[in-house]
């Protein structure tokens, strides 16, 4: 898998199993655990996917990709209350990120017999990287904002005026 592909799945999954750690604040409890095991699997295959060369497990990484986007739609359709508990927006973002993992690595799977792609040039890499991380940053931070962790973290009055008191 190229260089920037590679490190564009890293950020996606970063970004799902952020959102899905944040989720598990205020979760019920019934959906607490599961949101841990995949954020935190999501998390450290993302870090580690991005500090090495090769890909580690990308099969298991696709189904770990798209396992969470089915229970979601599994909990929309049996129990909407416990869906909406959790937010829409941060399930939508993690759902496109998982979907997106899942997509490049099949791809990556389908031409793995194809020669090793040749390695970008440092300019073309830094763009890549950089457009990447904000395109990833830009979806996070909304979806993190609108969990229990993100709408707790900031003091209601941080923002006013305090005029010297």
């Not at 970063?14 to 899905?20: R, Y």
């Not at 991380?133 to 900031?154: K, N, R």
Request: hydrophobic share 60%; aromatic share 8%; no cysteine.
């Amino acid at each position: 898998m190229p260089a920037i592909s590679r490190s564009w799945v890293a950020f996606a999954a970063v970004g799902a199993g952020l959102i899905h750690l944040a989720l598990v604040i205020g979760a019920p409890v019934e959906l607490a655990a599961p949101l841990a095991l995949f954020g935190l699997t999501e998390f450290g295959w993302g870090v580690l996917t991005f500090a090495r060369e090769a890909l580690l497990f990308p099969r298991a990484a696709i189904v770990v990709a798209v396992v969470p986007i089915v229970l979601w739609a599994v909990l929309l359709a049996v129990a909407p209350s416990a869906a909406a508990s959790l937010g829409f927006l941060p399930l939508a973002v993690s759902s496109l990120f998982g979907l997106f993992v899942a997509a490049l690595l099949g791809r990556h799977l389908r031409r793995a017999t194809a020669a090793p792609p040749e390695p970008p040039g440092i300019t073309r890499y830094l763009v890549g990287i950089v457009a990447g991380g904000l395109v990833i940053a830009a979806l996070t931070a909304p979806a993190l904002a609108s969990t229990e962790a993100g709408g707790s973290s900031v003091p209601d009055d941080l923002f006013l005026p305090t005029h010297g008191h």
